[in-house]
């Protein structure tokens, strides 16, 4: 009787460990199967918004077809829709890029009157000139470890950094547009610098001020334009004149994110033809108010769309110029900065990183190189 009970117990408890490891497999099997069904997910949603964001181009470059031949008009309606989105105060934005403009300001009084990001001064044997136009994500670092410099190594190119910190590619509504009274230093400015259209004093004691008086820029082989992070934080600058409800605003084509990067665009395209242009489109941010996130590029609208909706907006414009030697590069997407990886490559949500600066300059350094050496 003892050993049959013996027996018994023996059996159960084998029984016991089977159906616990059993069980065990069954739950790594279940965990498993889970995260598989979560990183199919995140697949979806990321194609999903790949495809949305494709439709949105689509979508804007129908509607602005359509549009584009309605009266431009005045800047008076700009002025009462800017009143109306900054409310007539200061805001932590308007703050921000204040404040980065100062320091820029500083810096460029305090640095050495450089010509060129290269170290050397000597014409060198330089496979390619570079011109970039742009805010603080170029202004910001002008060493070695800068992306102008980064892409020049990679690329054996001779570059020119025009980037001024704070500035945006449209012309604020409430800064004057005539060329006799012009104070814009953005896109608009620079441009209108390149080829004559306003005093290039105007620049003086920056960095892009050294550079009008001293760049071949007819050597050109290609034009970096880099903004649209100041021009959606702003509030005040519309994408485009045409609005979201379907109606055209009656302000300047330069006032809007689209007309100034349009603008620029045909601009140079007209006194450089043997010039490529290069349209960069924002990147990926997260933006905060006192250490408070307060959302990302996909979420939060400052007055005028999301981050996103700018995006697009650039990819549109350089897609109108595709047969005119214009060129797309996708930084939204391209250089793998993103909610996961924000840490890593953004110091504050916004400004590279310096393994940020490496990883935009080597993505973009990639695709210069294969449209410049299209054999390799």
């Known amino acids: 009787m003892d050993g049959s009970q013996h027996n018994g117990r023996k059996k159960i408890s084998g029984n016991v460990i089977l159906l616990t490891v059993l069980i065990g497999f069954c739950i790594l099997a279940i965990i498993e199967i889970a995260y598989g069904q979560a990183q199919i997910r995140m697949e979806r949603e990321r194609l999903a918004l790949q495809e949305a964001n494709n439709q949105a181009v ?4 129908e509607e602005w077809d359509g549009l584009k031949g309605e009266p431009e008009g005045g800047a008076e309606s ?7 989105q900054s409310g007539g105060t200061v805001t932590e934005v308007e703050k921000m890029l ?18 060129s990001e290269n170290s050397s001064e000597d014409e060198g044997d330089y496979a390619m000139q570079i011109v970039f136009m742009g805010d603080s994500i170029l202004d910001n670092n002008r060493e070695q470890a800068g992306v102008a410099s980064l892409i020049g190594d990679a690329c054996n190119a001779r570059v020119y950094n025009m980037a001024i910190g704070g500035t945006t590619a449209a012309v604020p509504y409430d800064e004057p547009r005539g060329f006799d009274d012009w104070e814009s230093l953005g896109l608009m400015g620079i441009v209108n610098a390149i080829v004559g259209n306003i005093d290039a004093s105007l620049f003086d004691g920056y960095q892009a001020g050294e550079i009008l008086k001293s760049c071949d820029f007819y050597k050109t082989d290609y034009f970096i334009i880099e903004y649209g992070i100041n021009d959606c934080m702003s509030g005040k600058i519309p994408q485009s004149k045409y609005m979201a409800d379907g109606t055209v605003a009656d302000i300047a084509d330069i006032a809007t994110y689209a007309g100034a990067l349009e603008s620029a ?11 490529k242009i290069i349209i960069v489109s924002p990147h990926y941010c997260q933006f905060f108010e006192d250490d408070k996130y307060m959302g990302d590029s996909y979420s939060l609208n400052y007055g005028y769309g999301t981050l996103v909706e700018f995006f697009r907006v650039s990819a549109y414009v350089a897609d109108q110029h595709r047969e005119d030697d214009v060129m797309f590069f996708n930084a939204m997407d391209e250089t793998g900065i993103d909610a996961y990886t924000a840490e890593e490559y953004l110091e504050d949500g916004i400004h590279l ?24």
């Open 353 to 376: 990183s310096e393994q940020g600066r490496r990883l935009y300059a080597e993505c973009l350094s990639r695709r210069i190189r294969a449209d410049f050496y299209p054999e390799e």
């Open 78 to 84: 700009a002025k009462r829709t800017g009143g109306e």
């Open 58 to 61: 689509q979508e804007l470059r």
């Open 265 to 275: 665009t045909t601009l140079l395209r007209s006194h450089f033809p043997d010039a």
């Open 98 to 115: 204040l404040n980065t403009r100062s320091e820029s300001d500083a810096d460029a009084a305090d640095a050495p009157s450089a010509i």
